[in-house]
């Protein structure tokens, strides 16, 4: 039996403190650590230490993904470089016809705005961030994406793509960040309803495609196809940009709340790209005392 | 072969890759019936060599899953030491078990790392009460026979 080959099979000269002692001493620390973690917030060191010391392995195994993405656009044919051309310009002649009378737009709602008093953030910068293609928890709908501190990313950052809102920032660390999205069955994001400015909350399920509004009551003014854009209220994201667009409203007469379903405008499943924003204005101050901390805990919990 | 000289480097490689196999993308299906990769590397050293790395491997290897996977510092490393606290006690009788049986006591000791990783998930306010969840430690019971003829190819080096 190889099990008895070395000097490993005779427990009883040991070395060291015993198996009990050492167990004692480290589930202490276990503990002690997620507590500090938890209550304290002491550890950010340690993490961004410890995220460094994991990046490698993480950018290792996206590796493969991103090499066949490499191969992928190396091997492209011509009729789909000539295809993708087309749909491109297509898409550039569309925005460009939006984009025609944005500046007018932008410069009557400035002056609107300067009329009421108001101000509004608007996304100032972003930069593209990548997504990983590491799993986390299966049962989470957590990213890691490949910017960090160093570039600027912090915690509580709103994470956009082309069509929607993707999620925040939920730990910036050295040279990565950790994301919810905004599927995930623990965040929340402060919506209005863009047709009639009805305001409520949009409450992630866990699938990446659908977002749950359970705090509209039965007569509420919401319909199947509505737009669903972010608030701006609780500070974390810039408010008029898509979240979700509604699919489906149930409206039981037993219940006080309606049911409604959200697809998410943003593609949650098939981004590899994603857009860091930085917004012009600090977040609106809910609780004046505490300029800094309270943007994570009014708008949404990570 | 003494303490001093015991060969580390299989028991070091196999962590490293059970840690890559755990963050490994996967299909979804694939994803949620993923095996606690490291937890059984970790489980298996620790009952053929539990003096190579023991506990401090298990802690060690704790940190790391925390880290990877984001979540409270603390909570695999407390969850990993539990489980090779008791493979430990155990290597001894565990060691001369027929593979089956060793496989049904890896997956007590599976369940009792998912009890620990839901409990404290639930202390700290991110609780996930889908079944599924305890659907790794299963796998991983059903896939230490495998385990234990790789890593055991492995062994024969240390």
Known sequence: MVAFRNAESRPILGRGPSPGLRFFFFGLLAIGLMWLDQRQGY???????????????QVAVNSPAAFWDWLHDVFATRERLQKENAQLQLRLRDSDFRLMRFADLEQENLRL?????????????????????????????????NKGSRDGAFKGQPILDATGVVGQITRAGTFSSEAILIADAEHAIPVQVNRNGLRTIALGTGDLHLLSLPFLPTNADI??????????????????????TVVKVDRAATQTNAEIVAETAAKLDRDREVLLIWTDEPPIDVEPSEPAAPAAKNGSKP | MSRDTLNRVPMLLSVVAGLILSI????????????????????????????????????????????????VLGQHALALC????I?????????????????????????????????????????????????????????WPVFAGLLGNAYQRT
């Open chain 1, 223 to 244: 319909k199947v196809g509505d737009l669903v854009v972010s608030s701006g209220l609780g500070g974390v994201f810039p408010g008029g940009y898509p979240v979700a």
């Open chain 2, 24 to 71: 490994l993308p996967l299909p979804n299906w694939l994803n949620l019936a993923r095996p606690d990769f490291l937890v059984i590397v970790v489980l298996y050293w620790s009952i053929m060599v539990p003096r190579a790395g023991g506990l401090t491997l298990a802690f060690l290897a704790g940190l790391l899953l925390d880290a990877s996977k984001g979540v």
């Open chain 2, 87 to 143: 493979a430990i006690k155990l290597h001894l009788r565990v060691r001369i078990f027929p593979v089956w049986h060793q496989a049904l006591t890896v997956f007590w000791l599976l369940v009792i790392y998912q009890f620990m990783l839901f409990w404290i998930d639930g202390m700290t306010g991110h609780q996930i009460t889908n079944y599924l969840r305890w659907l790794p430690a299963f796998t991983g019971a059903a896939l």
């Open chain 1, 113 to 145: 705005r300067g009329l009421r008093d108001a101000t509004s953030r608007v996304a100032q910068r972003f930069i593209v961030a990548e997504i990983l293609r590491v799993d986390l928890n299966p049962l989470r709908r957590r990213v890691i994406i």
């Open chain 1, 43 to 57: 550890l950010e060191a340690a993490r961004r230490g410890l995220s460094m010391a994991t990046y490698p392995i």
């Open chain 2, 82 to 85: 539990l489980c090779t606290y």
